[in-house]
């Protein structure tokens, strides 16, 4: 079936740097990848859809300077936090679209832990 | 857009009673209702699903109830076990351009106990 990849699981960095978290979709490819953000105890929200070759479309309320998102290739799509504060610790994981329709395209990766110190 | 309202946020139930939550939603345009269990730290688990043109559906002690109408879709779990004990998340899904877009509910922590 398909399978998203998702890199780091964990990351642990300092105020003020960037952090770049990657989804790669292993056997099929992704025209649309979709990057959701959970808090502790909280239920996951969509931040933004990104769409290979294009740029990103951000939910109401996410600031696209500080999460950039690249979609380069169709197995491929990135997420940068740019200058990491305390509050943007969160769990982020992300989608992809399955075109061959497993799932109803609905394939997660397994999620980066973002701790900012 | 689409907004999804679940309930109850915790539930607690002895271990062989049943369990249901409840989610309701709001885009009569959504045609996908997932429910996802979601164990500490790890992504949303695919428990179960049923599109638009069913009513309901069944897989061995879950079962997944949709009225289009009423716009709300309910998640029943059989004869619990300890180790359903988890978060669980309905969400819902548009096609067209939203396709592949997923609004999730709030979440129900659900405690069997043995």
């Known amino acids: 079936g398909a399978v998203v990849s998702q890199h780091p699981s964990w990351v642990i960095c300092k105020s003020g740097t960037s952090v770049k978290i990657e989804c790669r979709s292993l056997d099929f490819q992704a025209t649309t990848m979709f990057w959701y953000r959970q808090f502790p105890k909280q239920s996951l929200m969509l931040m933004a859809t990104?769409?290979?070759?294009?740029?990103?479309?951000?939910e109401q309320g996410v600031e696209k300077d500080k999460f950039l998102i690249n979609h380069a290739s169709l197995t491929l799509s990135t997420l940068t936090v740019t200058s990491a504060h305390p509050e943007d610790s969160s769990f982020y994981i992300c989608?992809?679209?399955?075109?061959?329709?497993?799932?109803?395209?609905?394939?997660f990766g397994s999620g980066t832990r973002l701790t900012v110190v | 857009g689409e907004n999804v309202e679940q309930h109850p946020s915790t539930l607690s139930v002895q271990e062989g009673d049943s369990a249901v939550i409840k989610c309701t939603y709001s885009d009569s345009a959504s045609n996908y209702f997932p429910w996802y269990k979601q164990e500490l730290g790890k992504r949303p688990q695919l428990i179960i699903d049923i599109r638009s043109n069913v009513g309901e559906k069944k897989d061995q002690r879950i079962a997944v109830t949709l009225n289009k109408t009423a716009k709300h879709f309910s998640l029943h779990i059989t004869e619990t076990q300890p180790e359903d004990s988890a978060v669980y998340f309905c969400a819902a899904s548009a096609g067209g351009t939203s396709y592949g877009k997923l609004t999730f509910g709030q979440g129900t922590i659900l405690t069997v106990h043995p």
């Open positions: 990104s769409n290979e070759g294009s740029k990103a479309t951000y």
């Open positions: 989608s992809a679209t399955d075109p061959t329709g497993a799932n109803y395209g609905y394939t």
